[in-house]
């Protein structure tokens, strides 16, 4: 019922075209989202000066880099949909109403729809609500500028941290396939995320213990990771075992998803019939 996995790749670039197409659309959302990263990048910036005054080297950062680390939190925090949205939202109001039924008999992965879809969205969103506030504040604040292989390691970590995120939003969204209703689990979700991932504070700023939990959970793979590239905390064999975290983070969550979609697929219960 949920489609084959061999479905070829430019279905899966035309369903991410069309995403980043619906996304387009939305003009002044995505004007008033830029705004609003910015002002908070802003206000973020001069906390974190602050803070740094006191302490120069908290978390092993200078004050530079932190300001960095807040300005790749803001223009990360749509991309990976750190508070949901994007199509696993489509997901989950999908099997509220019953349309989910629809899905199931396409002729193509859910799965793979769904992620495709997703992938379309956050690279529209890297693209505006990623790079505008990032320029504002390398004009108010200077920010630290990574080394080349800094540079590609970071983009391959986002792509990553797209991917880990929206598995995990997926499952959540999934939840709706035996409550009829995700919006509980997807608050818990958020604030999860925005704990653990390194938006509220970097995660190594955390006590011992805590930090080391944190630093292990798929959620550090939405900022964390992508910020200790750019910043060369992760460089040579570092980068890559960072980066190779977020792989297996990210093929387990997949299948997970995929264990989890055929379970409901077996005795699905939608709101409506």
């Given at each position: 019922m949920s489609g084959p996995l061999h479905s070829p790749p430019s279905l899966y670039a035309a369903i991410a075209t069309r995403?980043?197409?619906?996304?387009?659309?939305?003009?002044?959302?995505?004007?008033?989202?830029?705004?609003?990263?910015?002002?908070?990048?802003?206000?973020?910036?001069?906390?974190?000066?602050a803070l740094w005054e006191q302490?120069?080297?908290?978390?092993?950062?200078?004050?530079?880099?932190?300001?960095?680390?807040?300005?790749?939190?803001?223009?990360?925090?749509?991309?990976i949909a750190l508070w949901s949205g994007g199509s696993?939202?489509?997901?989950?109001?999908?099997?509220?109403?019953?349309?989910?039924?629809?899905?199931l008999y396409r002729p193509v992965s859910v799965l793979g729809w769904y992620l495709a879809a997703d992938l379309g969205?956050?690279?529209?969103?890297?693209?505006?609500?990623?790079?505008?506030?990032?320029?504002?504040?390398?004009l108010l604040f200077g920010l630290v500028a990574p080394a080349p292989?800094?540079?590609?390691?970071?983009?391959?970590?986002?792509?990553?941290?797209?991917?880990?995120?929206?598995?995990i939003r997926f499952l959540f969204a999934?939840?709706?396939?035996?409550?009829?209703?995700?919006?509980?689990?997807?608050?818990?979700?958020?604030?999860?995320?925005?704990?653990?991932?390194?938006?509220t504070l970097p995660l190594n700023l955390f006590p011992d213990g805590l930090r080391q939990v944190a630093l292990g959970l798929p959620f550090a793979s939405y900022i964390q990771t992508p910020a200790d590239i750019w910043l060369g905390r992760h460089a040579g064999l570092d980068m890559l075992a960072a980066i190779g975290l977020q792989v297996a983070w990210a093929i387990?969550?997949?299948?997970?998803?995929?264990?989890?979609?055929?379970?409901?697929?077996?005795?699905?219960?939608v709101q409506g019939g």
């Amino acid at each position: 019922m949920s489609g084959p996995l061999h479905s070829p790749p430019s279905l899966y670039a035309a369903i991410a075209t069309r995403s980043f197409r619906r996304y387009s659309t939305y003009t002044a959302a995505t004007l008033a989202g830029i705004f609003t990263n910015s002002v908070f990048g802003i206000i973020l910036s001069f906390a974190y000066l602050a803070l740094w005054e006191q302490n120069p080297t908290a978390g092993g950062y200078g004050a530079d880099q932190a300001v960095t680390f807040v300005w790749i939190g803001q223009a990360l925090l749509m991309t990976i949909a750190l508070w949901s949205g994007g199509s696993t939202d489509d997901l989950a109001e999908r099997i509220r109403n019953g349309d989910i039924a629809v899905d199931l008999y396409r002729p193509v992965s859910v799965l793979g729809w769904y992620l495709a879809a997703d992938l379309g969205r956050a690279l529209y969103h890297f693209l505006t609500r990623g790079v505008a506030p990032t320029v504002v504040g390398a004009l108010l604040f200077g920010l630290v500028a990574p080394a080349p292989a800094g540079a590609v390691g970071f983009l391959v970590s986002v792509c990553l941290a797209v991917v880990v995120s929206f598995a995990i939003r997926f499952l959540f969204a999934s939840s709706a396939f035996w409550l009829l209703d995700a919006t509980g689990p997807r608050v818990l979700l958020s604030v999860m995320a925005t704990f653990f991932s390194g938006l509220t504070l970097p995660l190594n700023l955390f006590p011992d213990g805590l930090r080391q939990v944190a630093l292990g959970l798929p959620f550090a793979s939405y900022i964390q990771t992508p910020a200790d590239i750019w910043l060369g905390r992760h460089a040579g064999l570092d980068m890559l075992a960072a980066i190779g975290l977020q792989v297996a983070w990210a093929i387990v969550l997949l299948a997970m998803c995929a264990l989890v979609l055929r379970a409901a697929t077996r005795k699905v219960v939608v709101q409506g019939g």
